[in-house]
């Protein structure tokens, strides 16, 4: 007998992922109600979108905030009080189905959210040490839960957030289950996303907001402290790809994990001279 579906409500933020979508909605079949929110595709990703029955909502951002997921957040029509956020890249494995159908009929459940550990696929290989663990509040109280509001500033780096993480009012706790990320399928997929990425990290640098002490996760905090630190010392590209290939362990990926790191300085070096180009032109304008 076909087991009822878990009453959550799922949103999935999106442009152009026809590469993606079927395998992200796919993953979670059992949920019961599924939102796509898109930013004028012009590719098949509504097409296959509405083809496993998702609801296809357009997003036509006007700059500022809020951006698409915080929008979503505020506007949809939810028929239940859980949420799940999965980008059109990520996957959940078989066994999620199970653990999360189990808090959601726990009314005796006390956490207003749960954290769920990602793992990077990059150059055909999942990465077992670079950037792992890498933990995101997904599962929430709809009601209770907001991505937080790093910078005031334009960032530049498209309609959706990027680093920021969701804040709840009331407790948390972890899955066990780990999240499967196809972000970057080709050399060119990383260059192009850190591009834009490296637009918000240089607003960021350059406004200093991001205050970690709203953030309900030791590890997330902890790391968002380090990144304050790590932006006040010399040599950042080469420091970003040692902490990736050798605190990390990334030299245990193998060669992905030795490219995942370089790349990563790279990241870090745009993001250095961007903050300075950021910083000079505001200087200019007043």
């Known amino acids: 007998m076909k087991s009822p579906k878990v009453e959550i409500s799922l949103i999935v933020p999106c442009k152009n992922e026809e590469s993606n979508i079927e395998r992200c909605l796919n993953s979670v079949p059992w949920v019961d109600e599924t939102f796509v929110v898109d930013s004028q595709s ?13 609801k296809v909502i357009q997003f036509h951002y006007e700059g500022g905030w809020p951006k698409k997921k915080n929008w979503a957040l505020d506007n949809l029509a939810f028929s239940h009080d859980w949420v799940l956020i999965l980008d059109a890249d990520e996957c959940l494995p078989l066994e999620a189905e199970k653990e999360i159908r189990e808090i959601i009929q726990n009314p005796q459940d006390p956490n207003a959210g749960y954290w ?20 995101n509040l997904r599962l929430f109280k709809h009601r209770l839960g907001r991505y937080e509001k790093i910078t005031e500033d334009d960032t530049g780096s498209g309609d959706h957030e990027i680093h920021e993480h969701i804040v709840v009012n009331g ?12 972000a970057f399928p080709t050399i060119e997929s990383f260059v192009e996303k850190h591009n834009r990425y490296s637009n918000w990290e240089a607003v960021v640098e350059s406004t200093c907001k991001d ?26 590209p080469t420091l970003r790809f040692l902490y990736v290939y050798i605190w990390q362990k990334g030299f245990l990926d193998g060669w992905p994990g030795y490219v995942f790191a370089r790349l990563h300085g790279q990241y870090e070096f745009l993001s250095v001279v961007k903050a300075q180009e950021y910083l000079k032109r505001k200087r200019e304008s007043r």
């Open 171 to 182: 407790t948390t706790e972890k899955l066990l289950s780990i999240m499967d990320h196809h």
């Open 211 to 236: 205050d970690p002490h709203s953030l309900q996760n030791d590890q997330v905090k902890g790391k968002r402290r380090l990144r304050r630190i790590f932006r006040m010392l010399p040599f950042r």
């Open 116 to 135: 769920i550990n990602r793992r990077y696929f990059f150059m055909g290989r999942p990465l077992r040490h670079a950037y792992f663990p890498n933990w």
């Open 42 to 54: 012009t590719d098949r990703t509504v097409e296959l979108a509405k083809g496993l029955g998702a």
